[in-house]
């Protein structure tokens, strides 16, 4: 039996100079329907993830791509027995995802699509070079065998790991991937403003992966971590657990992984 939460994660790159202004509607509407989760806001566009009932779901989506702005939105769905969320926020941003760079028009300039299904053949491929964009603790859970981990805490400390370690031939075919494909948008475009010619990235990030080939090949090793109380789904999308405090035994939770240090007992997770 299909659980009753719907978790749905968007993003979508748009001229939104109005942002701060829906953000109030925005807020009632998804209040109106009782639904949780995060959506962030700014010039640039937006990027949620948020959960609630299937009409509930369906309302928003409905309600936001009714702005011609977000027409074109996509997302990807996962559902849970329990609600991921403990409240709704929607937030204002300079960036929807911040890597700190100014005038990069990932919606004009990211890299080239990789879809799932093609994504086993192309990491395969001669001289290819595959880079991981997400942080350290997130690697950790799972990743792509064979691929680079720039060991970053923070998304926006990418930018400085490719200045110091990259230093390829321009022509050195490179694939990204993240957990949903926001983070690659950019990533992407930061890369091809550096030089490089041949740059791709994998569409709809690990999550579409799982999604879409159910990971049969065998690629992807571990499993694949997420910003809310689920923490980790495998290859399903089915919320799992990644563990205990070494020390307390206490589960560890996303604060926890990101802070390498157990909520509950203060250790080091290190």
């Known amino acids: 039996m299909q659980s009753n939460i719907v978790i749905a994660a968007f993003y979508h790159f748009a001229d939104f100079p109005d942002y701060a202004e829906k953000r109030r509607e925005w807020l009632e509407f998804c209040n109106e329907r009782g639904l949780k989760g995060t959506i962030l806001m700014a010039s640039e566009g937006i990027n949620s993830t948020i959960s609630g009932s299937r009409a509930g779901i369906d309302a928003l989506l409905d309600f936001i791509r009714a702005d011609t702005r ?50 086993d053949e192309f990491m395969a491929k001669p001289g290819v070079k595959i880079i991981d964009t997400r942080n350290d603790y997130e690697v950790k859970i ?29 022509e050195t075919p ?29 569409q709809g990030g690990i999550l579409q992966y799982l999604e879409d080939t159910g990971n049969k090949g065998k690629k992807w090793q571990g499993e694949c971590f997420v910003f809310d109380d689920r923490v980790a789904v495998n290859n399903d999308l089915a919320p799992t657990s990644v563990g205990s405090c070494p020390d307390c035994g206490s589960p560890l939770t996303t604060d926890s992984l990101k802070n390498s240090r157990c909520g509950d007992c203060n250790k080091s997770l290190i």
């Not at 926020?89 to 990789?114: C, D, H, M, Q």
């Not at 983070?183 to 990235?201: D, I, M, P």
Request: aromatic share 14%; net charge positive.
């Open 70 to 119: 977000f027409s074109g939105l996509a997302w990807k769905e996962s559902y849970a027995d329990f609600q991921p969320f403990e409240r709704m926020k929607v937030r204002l941003k300079s960036e929807i995802v911040r890597l700190g760079i100014v005038n990069l028009e990932p919606k004009n300039f990211a890299g080239t699509y990789i879809k799932p299904k093609d994504w």
């Open 142 to 170: 799972g990743h792509f065998a064979g691929a680079i981990n720039p060991k970053t805490r923070n998304f926006r400390d990418f930018p400085a790991w490719a200045e110091e370690n990259l230093h390829l031939s321009p």
């Open 174 to 202: 490179i694939g990204m991937y993240c957990t949903g494909g926001i983070r690659c948008e950019k990533s992407t475009a930061y890369l091809k403003t550096r030089g490089f010619k041949n740059v791709y990235h994998l």
